[in-house]
């Protein structure tokens, strides 16, 4: 289950209120910084950018890889904890804008995760700590600590058990 607060809006759907939401000069600051940062090589001045200029929670030691895209209106609700690698082109959303309404939620992924290239991460999930995410993987749901999961719904694949008995 996914944790988002809901915000009915009347009339136009609720992109067009975007602007009501978050501040456009916000929105400007931050793509610019994270369009920077999709593209340095240098991981240390990726994580010094989105804690400085997004006020994004990251652990020490956490890798962005080239072309992350973090949402561009509310990166301050993302969380990575410490040693984590976050995969090539995965986009980490913590908003939603429907047609009747938008949703904000908190994206917390914890320590030494593993995300794969080219995930999908939608607004008000947890990946638990040691967790693997298969590349390609819409995660729309919780991650349990440890599980290995992946595929478009995403699936668990094995549990932490089941992952420690293959070890």
Known sequence: MRRTERYPVEGANSLWH?????????VVKNFVVIQLARYTPFLGMKSWLYRT?????????????????????FPEKISVGRNSVIGYNTTILAHEYLIK???????????EVMIGANCTILP??????????????????????????????????FTKEEMEQRS
């Open 101 to 111: 309404e938008y949703r904000l939620g908190t994206v917390e992924i914890g320590n």
């Open 53 to 73: 200029f997004l006020r994004m929670k990251i652990g020490e030691q956490t890798s962005f890889a080239l072309m992350v895209m973090l949402d561009v209106m």
């Open 124 to 157: 008000g999930i947890v990946i638990g700590d040691g967790a693997i995410v298969s590349a390609g993987t819409l995660v729309h749901k919780d991650v349990p600590a440890g599980a290995f999961v992946g595929g478009n719904p995403m699936q668990i694949i």
């Open 18 to 26: 975007v602007y009501k939401t978050v501040p456009f000069l916000k």
